[in-house]
């Protein structure tokens, strides 16, 4: 098989299951962003309106391009955008709404919908944390233009890196084919090599018990440039790199198409284990997952609880060997983030804020068991519940 024909076999049957649109595979979720908004003509001056409860990551491809992000303030309990709020950040200059299912919660999307068009601006999914998740039956990154996925570590499949756009509008579509076809590039054998070491190494030893011990040395190692990291320290200004525009390579595709063929039971298994989470954190007396089940039926990537002690909770996780999240840790996540120059000042976004000061995620990916959630909820509910 041909490069071309591993790719477009994946992409072909990532569309299949949505039942609608072209898919494009990238490098990452973010590359499959910028190529949904250079193709809709975003450039120079114009507004992208976004949640400010994000990672830098999803800021830069709008930076990239010349356009400004412009942060609307989430809704508490699901994490995503208020769209009581998104109305009064809309100007002349406003191009298109990027609506981010945050964790697998999805936005409002009929309010998100009769906003975006009633003003005339497109709406793009970003359903990096959301494959899966349904809204009034209708799966999410079927509502707007374009929707965009990662396969990156920690998202709801892995190909280590990758990500994908799925569009669903057919002169939109034939602009990203265009796109990809005069500008992307295919990435270096080097890095394919390396990611693909990393993904056996991942496959074999990631284990929730050893996640944080696993990260830190990756970490570390990345820094150094020793393995591949999910950004590098280029990433945390809004310059594009020089490589960036690149597809997804064969080696990622072929692992994706793996993927797929056990997406069904990926899901099936995220709702089960989402909902003993819901179970064992209420027999504790927690406050549980919020959401109006006759409208949403969310696929978490991880169950989000709020806590009093964030920081001390984290440092004791990877003490016990408990596997905690903490993203986001900020409005523009992470931490290193210079805020100021992706157009965020501290207080636009007071509940986006507060939640980055309370939020820690539980485990739910494939290789969490009930012994896992069990330990995990034993564990989080040592602590103090926040409001
Ligand atoms: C991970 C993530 C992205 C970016 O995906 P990459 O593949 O890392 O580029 C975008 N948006 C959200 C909400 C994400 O969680």
Redesign the pocket.
């Known amino acids: 098989m041909t490069k071309e024909s591993v790719l477009s076999e994946y992409q072909q049957r990532f569309a299949e299951w949505f039942g609608c649109g072209t898919a494009f595979a990238f490098w ?3 590359v499959a962003l910028y190529a949904i908004l250079k193709a809709a003509g975003v450039g120079q001056a114009d507004e992208v309106i976004l949640p400010g409860y ?2 830098v ?2 800021v830069n491809p709008i930076k990239y391009l010349g356009a400004k992000p412009v942060y609307v303030d989430i809704e508490p309990r699901t994490f995503n955008i208020n769209p009581g709020l998104l109305a009064k950040k809309i100007t002349g200059r406003t191009k298109a709404i990027i609506a ?1 299912h945050t964790y697998g919660y999805t936005c409002d999307m009929d309010a998100v919908m009769d906003i975006a068009g009633r003003k005339g601006l497109m709406v793009i999914e ?1 359903c ?2 959301a494959l899966g998740s349904r809204y009034k039956g209708k799966l999410a990154g079927t509502f707007g233009k374009a929707s965009y996925f ?1 396969s ?1 570590w920690n ?1 709801p499949y892995t190909t280590g ?3 994908m756009a799925l569009v669903n509008h057919k002169a939109l579509s034939e602009k990203v084919e265009e796109l990809v076809r005069n500008e992307a590039r295919w990435p270096e054998f080097a890095e394919v090599i390396m990611l693909w070491a990393q993904l056996c190494a991942y496959r074999m030893l990631v284990y929730p018990r050893t996640t944080a011990l696993v990260q830190n040395v990756f970490r570390r190692l990345a820094r150094r440039g020793a393995v591949l990291g ?1 950004s590098t320290q280029q990433e945390f200004q809004p310059v594009m790199p020089a490589d960036f525009f690149k597809r997804i390579s064969p080696m990622q595709a072929r692992s994706g198409l793996r993927q797929l063929k056990m997406l069904d039971e990926n899901v099936a298994n995220r709702e089960a284990m989402a909902q003993l989470y819901d179970k064992l954190l209420g027999e504790k007396g927690w406050r549980v997952r919020e959401f109006d089940k006759s409208v949403m039926r969310p696929v978490m990537v991880r169950y989000p609880v709020r806590v009093t002690e964030k920081a001390g909770a984290l440092a004791e996780a990877a003490k016990a060997g408990v596997e905690l999240g903490s993203w986001f840790e900020c409005p523009l996540h992470p931490k290193e983030t210079p805020m100021e120059i992706y157009d965020y000042k501290i207080g636009m976004c007071p509940e986006a804020e507060k939640a980055s000061a309370q939020v820690v995620n539980l485990p739910l990916h494939p290789r969490t068991n009930k012994l896992t959630i069990h330990r995990t909820v034993e564990f989080i509910t040592r602590f103090q519940q926040a409001v």
């Open positions: 990452k979720g973010r994000t990672c990551m999803n981010q970003d990096c944390l990662s990156q998202k890196l990758g990500g999910s």
